[in-house]
């Protein structure tokens, strides 16, 4: 006879848009089952470099977003709706509020949804062009408390803005700042260039690792804050600094990782090519009364080069790079200046395996690694890494 299978575990979805949204790909897995998944996936991946230590989840695995982005139009009525776009196309679904995304963020879209018929606003249609408002974009600061709303429109005008304003800090006096952001271009991209504070200073603080950080509508910041703090204290631990060394922080963004290290380190460098997010690091730096970082907009690999044939000597090189992981001209420049240790922050296991073999291929070893889940209930291989890899005696 036959023996049957088990059949696989579900607990039913506690959001009624999930089949149709496709964002939290992983609602019918008990959290447990889900870490152990990503870890075991993960495992797999670094076998032949390191032994993997257990994977760091959440407490509380729900409303972890501090960044909601909301899409508006019409239904066939002409009607706003607001939410989703369904996970490959350009069709809305609407959503009230999201078991990942910060709650009160939900709730004040929900509320600007119902205050743009009073106001004769009507969501931006794609296929004519015709309509006002097509994105809102909130951030909220975990610890501060603190609520930006952008509201991109796709023209400058907004009629009756200050009573729009009036009337949605009414319903939501916790709202901190309101900027208009204008998209009048026909692009994916949610954020226009041009920019207008309505309420507010146009930023919101937040504090991560003891460390103020000022967050405006373009800024890079973790989404998850409970899990970046754990990923950081992880990525500090096995850079084991004693307050001598010096340390580049490459990719460093709007200077996070670098300004939590600089307490313990000698010296900081980021460097980093985006433009605003330098100009962010420096505000951040300041804000802190951070002495001992520089940053620098420039190539991460080029930096490099232009220190190691300056004979400087780097001792730490923390990297956290984007998706696609690094490139070989950025792991030759930090090969060529030869740092004893480099802690790698990744985002995509997949390709960190990658740059891996090419450091080890360089004289470079693992030492430790651990993933950290910065997105419960999303997909498999949305997990994080650290790892602590050294330069071979």
Not at 92 to 114: H, M, P, T, W
Not at 155 to 175: C, G, Q, T
């Amino acid at each position: 006879m036959q023996k049957q299978e088990k059949p696989v575990k579900r607990v039913q979805a506690p959001c009624p848009v999930a089949e149709k949204c496709g964002g939290c790909k992983w609602i019918h897995k008990p959290y447990k089952e889900q870490l152990a998944l990503k870890e075991k996936w993960v495992r797999e991946l670094m076998e032949p470099y390191c032994k993997l230590e257990p994977i760091i989840g959440m407490e509380e695995p729900k409303h972890y977003r501090n960044k909601v982005h909301a899409v508006f139009g019409e239904d066939r009525k002409h009607n706003a709706i607001s939410g989703i776009y369904q996970e490959g196309t350009h069709t809305i679904v609407s959503v009230d509020s999201c078991l990942i995304e910060d709650q009160k963020a939900d709730a004040i879209i929900v509320s600007i949804r119902g205050l743009l018929k009073s106001f004769k606003i009507r969501p931006y249609n794609e296929d004519t062009g015709y309509g006002l408002l097509r994105h809102v974009l909130i951030r909220t600061g975990h610890v501060t408390g603190q609520i930006m709303v952008v509201l991109v429109l796709g023209s400058p005008v907004m009629p009756s803005k200050n009573n729009f304003v009036k009337a949605l800090l009414k319903l939501h006096p916790e709202i901190t700042t309101i900027v208009v952001n204008v998209n009048n271009r026909s692009t994916s991209m949610i954020l226009g260039e041009k920019e207008q504070v309505i309420y507010g200073k146009g930023y919101i603080e937040d504090v991560l690792c003891g460390n103020t950080f000022r967050i405006s509508p373009k800024s890079f910041y973790q989404v998850n804050p409970v899990q970046t703090e754990k990923l950081y204290g992880k990525a500090l631990e096995f850079a084991a600094l004693t307050g001598k060394e010096t340390v580049v922080d490459a990719y460093c963004g709007t200077g996070t990782i670098g300004l939590i290290a600089s307490d313990k380190a000698g010296k900081v460098i980021g460097v980093e090519l985006n433009q605003d997010a330098v100009k962010d690091a420096r505000i951040n730096a300041k804000y802190n009364g951070v002495k001992n970082i520089q940053f620098y907009q420039n190539d991460a690999g080029k930096f490099l080069v232009e220190m190691a044939s300056a004979g400087a000597k780097v001792d730490v090189v923390l990297m956290d790079p984007p998706r696609a992981g690094s490139d070989e001209a950025f792991l030759s420049s930090v090969v060529q200046i030869g740092p004893p240790k480099i802690v790698y922050i990744s985002c995509n296991p997949q390709t960190l395996v990658r740059d891996l073999e090419y450091l080890k291929k360089k004289g470079y070893q693992v030492k430790k690694a651990v993933p950290v889940d910065m997105f419960p209930y999303t997909d498999l291989k949305h997990v994080e890494m650290v790892c602590l890899i050294e330069k071979k005696r």
